[in-house]
């Protein structure tokens, strides 16, 4: 059978602008579901990103290739045409193994099949000590989750302050349907250190003390595991995305994955879109299947 190997390279081994982590995440769930319409064994090697030392993933799944075959794996980010007609091609030629990394798939999904959750639970199955480190810092173990993404901006110059019209923005949106329909206590994060200490002061809410970012944006990649280990272990998940219109592939593919209800919030709108969960006000716009 061929197999095509999911790739999720070292900071310095991208080509192009490296991907979040909610990429890879997206991008792998596809290609599971292509996996089954087109008979090629997926398989994936996040070993260089040093990623895999967080999961214990099912070793049938995740595999050690040689570095420079994960370094020069094609990267599909923008044009996924070409990463199909390149597929294509794979599947009629005589070569076994095809080394690639791609974000492929629609980021407003709001269902996984079982099948494709159950590939993707194997694959992000955490390291016990992961959830034993974050209940012991937040001293919770039922909790729910703000994730609040600010802008790609917020990597590289992660101490400037918060402009007020996102704070009078956040606000808004925790009060009016964040705080109503909590079932736990509150733990925020976000990749503005600033904002997410800024809520926890205003509001009694939980945090993890490090700096989050959500990519392969340098060699700290624990923070990554750490916040997405909290998402998948939430009992409710809320996303915000301030700065562009599409829902996380960090935040909600891990909610989907894992069957957490939550409810995304994107700009410019900012219309609460209920995923898993019934019981918005009727005024609001909940996402169906």
Same mark, same amino acid.
């Given at each position: 059978?061929?197999? =095509?190997?999911?790739?999720?390279? @070292?900071?310095?081994?991208?080509?192009?602008?490296?991907? &979040?982590?909610?990429?890879? +995440?997206? !991008?792998?769930? *596809?290609?599971? $579901?292509?996996? /089954? %319409?087109? &008979?090629? $064994?997926?398989?994936?090697?996040? @070993?260089?990103?040093?990623?895999?030392?967080?999961?214990?993933? #099912?070793?049938?799944?995740?595999?050690? *290739?040689?570095?420079? *075959?994960?370094?020069?794996?094609? $990267?599909?980010?923008? #044009? @996924? !045409?070409?990463?199909?007609?390149?597929?294509?091609?794979?599947?009629?030629?005589? %070569? @076994?193994? =095809?080394?690639?990394?791609?974000?492929? &798939?629609?980021?407003?999904?709001?269902?996984?099949?079982?099948?494709?959750?159950?590939?993707?639970?194997?694959?992000?199955?955490? /390291?016990p000590i992961m959830f034993k480190q974050i209940t012991e810092l937040i001293g919770l173990n039922y909790y729910n989750?703000?994730?609040?993404?600010? !802008? #790609? $901006?917020?990597? #590289?110059?992660?101490?400037?302050? +918060?402009?007020?019209?996102?704070?009078?923005l956040v606000l808004n949106l925790i009060q009016k349907h964040v705080l109503p329909i909590a079932t736990q206590p509150i733990v925020v994060t976000s990749d503005s250190f600033e904002l997410k200490q800024f809520l926890a002061r205003q509001f009694g809410f939980k945090v993890l003390p490090h700096r989050s970012e959500h990519g392969a944006f340098n060699d700290n990649i624990e923070p990554v595991a750490l916040d997405l280990c909290l998402l998948a272990h939430s009992k409710f998940n809320f996303h915000i995305n301030l700065w562009a219109s599409w829902w996380s592939g960090f935040s909600h593919f891990t909610s989907l994955i894992h069957d957490i209800p939550s409810v995304n919030f994107r700009a410019p709108l900012f219309i609460p879109e209920a995923i898993n969960f019934e019981h918005l006000n009727s005024s609001e716009t909940s996402i169906k299947p």
């Open positions: 059978m061929k197999q =095509l190997v999911q790739c999720y390279k @070292h900071p310095s081994q991208w080509l192009n602008s490296p991907p &979040g982590l909610g990429d890879f +995440i997206r !991008g792998t769930c *596809h290609l599971y $579901e292509l996996s /089954q %319409t087109y &008979g090629f $064994e997926l398989l994936v090697d996040m @070993h260089q990103s040093g990623f895999s030392r967080y999961f214990s993933s #099912d070793s049938a799944l995740v595999i050690a *290739h040689p570095a420079q *075959h994960v370094a020069s794996a094609a $990267e599909y980010f923008v #044009d @996924h !045409g070409s990463f199909l007609r390149d597929l294509m091609m794979f599947l009629r030629d005589n %070569t @076994h193994r =095809l080394y690639i990394t791609t974000n492929l &798939g629609a980021w407003n999904r709001p269902t996984l099949p079982p099948i494709t959750k159950l590939y993707m639970m194997r694959l992000l199955r955490f /390291q989750v703000i994730s609040i993404r600010c !802008g #790609d $901006e917020f990597y #590289d110059r992660p101490n400037q302050s +918060i402009p007020a019209n996102y704070l009078t």
